[in-house]
């Protein structure tokens, strides 16, 4: 089942948590990759929805973090998905250059193997 929400609709669907923030997963739009998890206030969803760029709350710093700002690594929207319970967002973005601050193309480059 899935269904497609207005800007205004997808925004009320998420329920943000005590400090007005919910888990984002940024996915490649191209590979399916996970690249990233970051989080967003309701400030910086409505950003990114309305420019394409995404953009989180940094929780380190307590400030809103354009992805790629200072880098050039940003982050397009491709799509934005909202879980059923509206606790989580998947966002799928064009990824220029890596995502990780490491230089790691993606934060989940450490794993452990049984």
Known sequence: MTGTLTRDAFVAAVTFDANGLVPVVAQSAATGEVLMLAW????????TLSTGEVTYWSRSRQEVWRKGAT????????????DCDGDTLLMKVDQTGPAC??????????????
């Open 101 to 114: 601050h490491t230089g790691a193309p993606s934060c989940f480059f450490r794993r452990y193997q049984k």
């Open 71 to 82: 880098s050039g690594h940003v982050q397009h929207l491709v799509e934005a998905w909202v």
């Open 40 to 47: 967003m206030n309701r400030d910086t969803l409505e950003r």
